[in-house]
């Protein structure tokens, strides 16, 4: 066993063990080049357990189903390995054969057992982190590294990059003076922490700050801009600012510069983002041109490739589809929208009848779809065809399980605009002003609010 940075004992020699904490750390800074780092790692040095471990992370945590079956290659190699590994690695192949089963909170669960034992393992903090998100668990996403935070060296730029995490953990569970506090610390010790950067920024949209979200997002341009796998996200949050301010054209030309291009190929985690963008600015009655058009072809692309050879399903995470629908819905292409929110349906049957346990997707993607992204999806493309009841009937009770197919608040708003505009269409006055009344309790500088509440001025 060789320690690994953080004196985790860790099967293989040491040079690739330094290998691999040089990959990892690329990977906490959500640098670009974790992948090569990352991929060469498995090639090189396949024996090595945490190699194939963390490529198997890697692949999962994109969230694309087309990812999927190489995760599964990668996690049965680490099994392969199991007379070389110690415990902590026998617990990453337990995670990953969750995870990679579909049980998304099984494998969150294993990794918090893992954390007990060794709080130090910055690759367990980290995916554990990403599964508590991507499940809607705001209290551990918070928790989990609150536990660790104390055994991280406080001397190593490691330590840093986990209190960022923490950060955004406390703004998602509320906590937005400490996640700023936290996250600008992080940001000190580590200017290209874009996920420290991220917490900040949310912060600042939890609290309806435009000004002071454009000017921290300006002002730490350098850290986000190049190189990184946020650089995308970022240039999305500033653009929900530029949004609230009125400032149009500027989001549209976030769009075109940041969220998309045909050109260039976009992974789910980019498409939901440029999905998001372009529904607000339809909820908001904003000619968007061809936008729709184009971002459809890509997630047709996406769905197609999810189901492609060696897959075993046509999707696999319901908070990308119920943005595939916004895409495909603001296009025009109901029959494909259609098409995902049947599926949904089918996956939603399986949390009702309590399949899910054997091969396929799992259970978790089909709660995911039964509590969130059923009625999301069947929310949106309602929308679109303004069946305004329809939308209200399903958001309304919706909005208390929304968290459990995971994003942020902010990225979840989309619904609740979605539905708070449907009030307004659907005549239920009642029902607009208590949403416009919970948002600027939070959001007192709220500029959509105070233009929807001047709409309803008058009214009945």
């Known amino acids: 066993m060789t320690p690994d940075a953080h004196g985790n004992p860790t099967a293989g020699p040491p040079d690739a063990v330094a290998r691999y904490d040089h990959a990892l750390d690329r990977l906490l800074r959500l640098r ?9 790692l498995v090639r090189d040095a396949p024996e090595v357990p945490m190699a194939q471990a963390l490529w198997a992370y890697l692949m999962l945590s994109s969230t ?3 990812d999927v079956p190489a995760a599964r290659e990668s996690v049965d190699a680490l099994g392969a390995l199991a007379g070389h590994w110690g415990p902590r690695e026998g617990g990453h192949h337990r995670a990953l054969e969750a995870w990679a089963a579909g049980d998304w909170r099984r494998a969150a669960a294993v990794l918090d057992d893992l954390l007990i ?5 910055l690759l367990a903090l980290m995916m554990g982190h990403q599964l508590d998100f991507y499940v809607g668990d705001a209290a551990n996403l918070r928790d989990r590294v609150g536990r660790s935070l104390g055994a991280v060296d406080p001397d190593h730029p490691h330590h840093g990059l986990a209190q960022g995490m923490y950060a955004f953990g406390l703004e998602e569970s509320g906590h937005y003076e400490q996640a700023e506090q936290h996250g600008l610390a992080a940001v000190g010790r580590n200017p290209d922490d874009v996920w420290a950067i991220h917490a900040v920024a949310h912060t600042h949209e939890m609290r309806g700050d ?11 341009a350098a850290g986000w801009h190049d190189g990184n796998l946020f650089t995308v996200h970022l240039a999305w949050h500033r653009a929900l600012f530029l949004l609230d301010a009125g400032r149009v054209d500027d989001v ?13 190929p976009a992974a789910p985690l980019q498409l939901v983002d440029a999905s998001a963008l372009l529904w607000r600015l339809l909820l908001d009655g904003v000619d968007t041109g061809d936008r729709f058009a184009g971002l459809a072809d890509a997630w047709a692309l996406a769905l197609a490739r999810a189901g492609g050879p060696g897959a075993t399903e046509a999707s696999w995470y319901p908070f990308n589809d119920a943005h595939a629908v916004m895409a495909l819905a603001g296009a025009g292409r109901l029959g494909e929208a259609r098409a995902v929110v049947v599926r949904l349906e089918a996956d939603a049957a399986g949390a009702a009848g309590g399949a899910g346990a054997g091969p396929g997707p799992g259970p978790d993607r089909a709660t995911m779809a039964a509590d969130a992204g059923l009625p999301a999806a069947r929310a949106t493309l309602a929308f679109v065809e303004d069946r305004h009841e329809d939308v209200v009937a399903d958001l309304l009770p919706a909005r208390r399980t929304l968290h459990r197919f995971g994003g942020s608040h902010a990225q979840r ?12 269409a659907s005549g239920r006055v009642g029902l607009a002003r208590a949403l416009l009344s919970e948002r600027l309790a939070t959001r007192p500088a709220s500029g959509y ?9 008058g009214r009945t």
Not at 117 to 121: G, I, M, S, V
Not at 252 to 264: C, G, H, I, N, R
Not at 449 to 457: M, S, T
């Open 210 to 220: 435009v000004a002071g979200g454009v000017a921290f997002l300006d002002d730490q």
């Open 449 to 457: 609010a105070a233009q929807r509440q001047a709409d309803l001025a």
């Open 413 to 424: 708003d989309a619904w609740e605009r979605t539905l708070l505009e449907s009030a307004l």
């Open 117 to 121: 034992e060794w709080p130090a393992d």
């Open 252 to 264: 549209l030309a976030t769009y075109d510069t940041w969220a998309y291009s045909a050109e260039v």
């Open 32 to 40: 670009t080049d974790v992948v090569p780092a990352a991929s060469t």
């Open 64 to 66: 694309d189903a087309a």
